[in-house]
């Protein structure tokens, strides 16, 4: 029990120090990627870390969906709003996807004919 203790407080001190060091230094990164970022050299540096952070990782991976739960009780909240805009929101995600979609394949085979290295063509 004081191993998965432990490691859920490394989990939230490297959370913590990430966001902190993102608020001080003003990096342009999420405080969340310096956060894991630190865990990643904290586990390079003290590998015996590694089985109790396993085994609280597997139970809050197995255990997901229920931070999902305020999500959802928000969007059965607002009902009358979702039935009366409801259509459009759909149609206004899907286009946005597909549109999304679209650039990034567009933008990314720019890339590779800009930048890949001429392979025998």
């Known amino acids: 029990m004081a191993g998965m203790l432990r490691a859920i407080f490394l ?8 966001e902190a060091l993102h608020r001080l230094t003003g ?11 630190s865990l990643v050299a904290w586990l390079a540096l003290v590998p015996r870390e590694r089985p109790a952070l396993s085994a609280v990782t597997a139970w809050l991976t197995a255990h997901l969906a229920v931070m999902f739960v305020p999500a959802a009780v928000g969007l059965v909240e607002e009902g009358p ?15 946005s996807t597909v549109l999304t979609l679209v650039v990034t394949a567009l933008v990314f085979r720019w890339a590779l004919q800009r930048y890949a290295p001429e392979s025998g063509r």
């Open 11 to 18: 989990l939230l001190a490297c959370q913590l120090a990430g």
């Open 27 to 37: 990096l342009p990164l999420p405080g969340t990627v310096i956060g894991m970022v």
């Open 81 to 95: 709003v979702l039935s009366r805009y409801g259509a459009g929101l759909i149609v206004a995600t899907t286009l």
